[in-house]
């Protein structure tokens, strides 16, 4: 079986590699940031999981990637309350980013157009598995418009 590892480095904030804890003010917004990566050309993704003084997990926040090609992604975060927090980088691999940037080059081209949308179909169709609605409806409108008669681009569009 083939292990796939994804790094996650030079988190912040991080004083002296963690030897004293990272200073913020309630209410105030401080950036969390991650360089995360994989082998290969497939996207990942990344979040930001907060445990609060009492060691309650608050959701989740998405990382967004900071600059195409950096590897580096952040979010801004804002305590509610005095005390010491923590927190915890997650990735895993994200397929429907991977489509996507194999869609947005080959579309426009009318490179592999039935095989591109059908993907993409089966990837939000899969996706939508266990969302509440709105969202499930959602996925599948896009899922359904990607497998349309409209031009390429136009299908992708939809999605987006």
């Known amino acids: 079986m083939l292990t796939r590892r994804i790094p996650i ?3 912040a904030p991080v004083v002296e590699c963690g030897r004293y804890p990272a200073k913020c003010v309630v209410g105030e917004p401080i950036t969390i940031a991650a360089t ?16 609060d003084p009492r060691g309650v997990e608050r959701p989740w926040t998405p990382l967004r990637l ?4 950096t590897d580096r992604y952040a979010a801004e975060i804002t305590p509610d309350v005095e005390g010491d927090w923590t927190f915890r980088i997650e990735a895993w691999d994200h397929p429907l980013g991977s489509w996507l940037h ?22 939000l169709e899969e996706a939508a598995d266990g969302v509440p609605d709105p969202q499930r409806k959602t996925l599948l409108r896009a899922a359904e418009a990607l497998r ?5 681009v136009e299908r992708l569009a939809a999605v987006l």
Request: aromatic share 2%.
């Open 66 to 69: 900071v600059g195409e090609g």
């Open 102 to 123: 194999d869609a947005r080059v080959k579309l426009p081209e009318g490179q592999d157009v039935d095989l591109v949308c059908e993907e993409g179909a089966r990837l």
């Open 9 to 11: 480095t030079d988190i």
């Open 148 to 152: 349309g008669e409209a031009e390429p």
């Open 36 to 51: 995360v990566f994989r082998e290969g050309h497939a996207a990942v993704g990344a979040n930001v999981v907060l445990i």
